[in-house]
C-alpha cells in the first residue's frame, strides 16, 4: 500500500527536530531547592516599565482547597485581599480550584495576582543563548477579573491586551523573536482599566521554542 502522505513524514520530522522546547512555564514553576536556579524569575514592578523587584517569599500554601506554591511580595495568607498580593502562583494538585462564583482554575496551573496599588505580577525569562525563539503566551482571567497583560523584552513592551470578565483569554505568538545570552522576556499582569485588583487573579502559560 502507498504510504499517506509520504511528504509530510519527512517534512514533519524535519520540523519536529528543528523545534526544540527551551522552555515551558508550567513545568518549570518549582520552589524545590534542590533543583536549582532555573531561568524562570517571579517578581513585580510597580511601574509597568519600572524597576523589576524578586518576589521575598516563597512558600507553599492552600488555596480554595488545592494546594499551591506561592511566590509574593509579602508572604500573607494568599486569601486574605489585604495582604496577599501581589504574587504568583502554581496550582499543584489534581483537581481544578473552584472558588468564588465563576473562579475556575486548572489543575497544573500558572496564575498570577496584581497588587492592591496597580503592581504588576511579572514571570521573567532569562534567555539562557542567543537564538530567533518561537513564543507563544497565553493569559486568560480565571474569574470575573479585569486585567492589563503584556509581554516584554528588556523593560520593553512587545505587545499588550485588555482582559475583562470571566473567563476571557488573550493568545501572543512571536515567531523568530530574536534574545540574546543576558537578555529577558517579561510577561506582567496588571490591575486593568478599571484600576482595582479584586478579582483579577489570571492564568498565564509560555512555551518557547528555537
Ligand atoms: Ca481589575
Known amino acids: 500500500m502507498r504510504p499517506i502522505l509520504p511528504w509530510c513524514a519527512a517534512v514533519c520530522a524535519i520540523f519536529a527536530f528543528a523545534a526544540t522546547t527551551a522552555t515551558d512555564l508550567e513545568r518549570e514553576f518549582s520552589i524545590d531547592p534542590a533543583k536549582g536556579p532555573s531561568n524562570w524569575t517571579f517578581g513585580w514592578k510597580d511601574e509597568l516599565q519600572g524597576s523589576f523587584l524578586q518576589f521575598p517569599h516563597r512558600f507553599p500554601s492552600e488555596f480554595w482547597g488545592a494546594s499551591v506554591i506561592v511566590h509574593s511580595r509579602t508572604g500573607g495568607p494568599v486569601t486574605e485581599s489585604s495582604t496577599c498580593c ?7 494538585g489534581d483537581r481544578p480550584v473552584l472558588g468564588a462564583p465563576g ?11 496584581p497588587g492592591p496599588k ?11 543563548a542567543a537564538s530567533h525563539y518561537t513564543l507563544e503566551a497565553s493569559f486568560a482571567t480565571v474569574g470575573y477579573g479585569s486585567t492589563d497583560v503584556h509581554v516584554g523584552k528588556n523593560n520593553h513592551i512587545l505587545a499588550s491586551a485588555s482582559l475583562n470578565g470571566i473567563r476571557t483569554r488573550h493568545d501572543f505568538y512571536f515567531s523568530r523573536l530574536e534574545c540574546h545570552h543576558g537578555e529577558s522576556l517579561e510577561f506582567s499582569v496588571g490591575y486593568g482599566d478599571n484600576r482595582n485588583f479584586t478579582g483579577d487573579s489570571t492564568s498565564l502559560s509560555v512555551r518557547i521554542a528555537k
Open 86 to 92: 501581589p504574587l504568583i502562583l502554581k496550582h499543584v
Open 103 to 113: 473562579f475556575r482554575l486548572a489543575a497544573g496551573s500558572v496564575m498570577l495576582h
Open 118 to 128: 496597580g503592581e504588576y505580577s511579572v514571570a521573567r525569562w532569562a534567555c539562557p
